[in-house]
């Protein structure tokens, strides 16, 4: 399909579904804790004196003493196309109005031609890593938050050889729609802590224009492609930057919104062969995202605000300590909704969406960079983060900002 101006041609390749459910913490104490576990300290059983009376059991989640980690840069990147609300007004039923009213989007941009998701990744990442000052060959692991990876396999391992991180860090993906970027951040701080890693590449990057279905108002207006990248690197654990987390999931929610996969069945590749083998091979893809609108819009006012305060009080910080809410890019009236149940006047609430639409995993990191690189968020700043999306998932995390 294309638009008016004939620029924008949307395809619907495969794509790649996993899973992630944990309510985990981990305090700026040195506490590692999980909801219905008692809170234990517990100690990297190689590298921490008296680790030969840890039990296996306690040393199964590690914790190097005295590390923390912080984020000290990021970076963005966006595709060059960019499809107005009056655009979308041209293909389906719809106004500019009637989408900035519902949703406070009026653009987003979308991968065209020879645009590619790991280009726009690669991009992010270099920002974040000049803004770190850190050298690609001093990093020691890529996480690649997406569900639209362009390699079914998983893409970090191309975004690190693109890098030039010639010392072949680990590089894998995590996928969690659009919680994809915190659970990146809540993963990377653990590696640092407890694995000995000290310089982590998070990149959020997302093309869920290839899986919007480009006739269905409902949520074609709401999509757009980007990236974004933060360097958490490992300080003492005195400076540590990220003060706590939580994390959910609820797979019987999935019904309300997926992209799920199909298999066409291609016996016809066997021919009478397949009756042989006693199975009927499939060639699979993947439905363009269904969603029911109002029970995410429902369930997102609902419990990101629950996760936020839960993070809050495990940090030991109240909503007026924080100085910035950046949520997931949703849509407006869910983030209004957020801010106004955790008092949080609207001066302190990071929004771009109105440039982008949802674009997923690469939402807030987009965002922080935007705020960051404009001088709104500065080193020392504290901010409440939650992602929330398909899954469902959804989780929010306490962080400083340099
Ligand atoms: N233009 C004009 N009319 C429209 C459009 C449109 N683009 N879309 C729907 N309508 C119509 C409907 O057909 C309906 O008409 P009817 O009353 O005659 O039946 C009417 O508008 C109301 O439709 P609703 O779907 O009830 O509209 P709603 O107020 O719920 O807004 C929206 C829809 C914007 C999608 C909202 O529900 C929403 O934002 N939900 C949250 C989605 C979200 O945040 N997803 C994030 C996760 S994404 C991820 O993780 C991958």
């Known amino acids: 399909m294309a638009n008016a101006s004939g620029l924008f041609t949307p395809v619907v390749p495969s794509g790649i579904r996993s899973r992630f459910s944990a309510s985990v913490g981990i305090h700026r104490s040195g506490f590692w804790f999980s909801e219905g576990v008692s809170t234990r300290r517990v100690l990297c059983a190689s590298t921490v004196e008296g680790a030969e009376n840890i039990s296996p059991s306690q ?27 009056d655009d979308l007004a041209k293909i389906v039923d719809t106004s500019d109005e ?15 031609g020879k645009d590619s998701l790991n280009a726009l990744a690669v991009d992010a990442a270099r920002k974040a890593l000049e803004m770190a000052e850190v050298d690609p060959i001093d990093v020691d692991l890529v996480l690649l938050c997406t569900s639209t990876p362009e390699d079914l396999f998983g893409s970090a391992p191309q975004i690190q050889k693109a890098l030039g991180c010639k010392n072949n860090p680990l590089a894998y993906d995590i996928t969690a729609a659009c919680s994809g970027f915190v659970l990146g951040l809540v993963s990377a701080a653990c590696y640092i802590r407890g694995g000995g890693f000290n310089n982590v590449l998070v990149i959020g990057a997302d093309a869920l224009s290839r899986y919007v279905d480009w006739t269905d108002r409902g949520t074609c207006i709401l999509f757009g492609d980007a990236a974004g990248a933060v360097l958490v690197q490992a300080c003492d654990g005195e400076e540590d930057g990220l003060f706590a987390f939580d994390m959910h999931s609820d797979g019987d929610g999935q019904r309300h919104l997926n992209a799920s996969i199909k298999g066409n069945e291609v ?44 993070a809050l009080e495990k940090a030991g910080l109240s909503g007026s300590s924080i100085d910035w809410l ?12 957020v801010a106004s149940r955790l008092e949080m006047p609207s001066e302190r609430v990071i929004s771009n969406l109105s440039n982008y ?3 997923s995993a690469a939402s807030i990191p987009l965002a922080l960079d935007e705020a960051v690189r404009s001088g709104k968020v500065q080193a020392g700043h504290t901010i409440a983060a939650a992602g929330f999306g398909a899954g469902l998932t959804w989780g929010s995390a306490i962080v400083r900002w340099g």
């Open 59 to 85: 040393s199964r989640v590690p914790r190097l003493s005295n590390r923390g980690c912080k984020l000290v840069g990021c970076g963005s990147a966006v595709p060059s196309l960019q499809i107005s609300n």
């Open 98 to 112: 009637w989408i900035s009213v519902r949703t406070g989007i009026r653009n987003r941009r979308v991968l065209s």
């Open 267 to 310: 016996d016809h590749a066997l021919g009478s062969n397949g009756s042989v083998l006693g199975f009927s091979p499939k060639i699979s893809s993947y439905s363009c995202i269904q969603m029911n609108g109002k029970e995410v819009f429902r369930f997102a006012c609902r419990a990101v605000p629950q996760s936020i305060e839960s």
């Open 326 to 337: 950046l949520l997931h890019q949703a849509n407006q009236r869910i983030i209004d909704a």
């Open 357 to 359: 639409g949802n674009t």
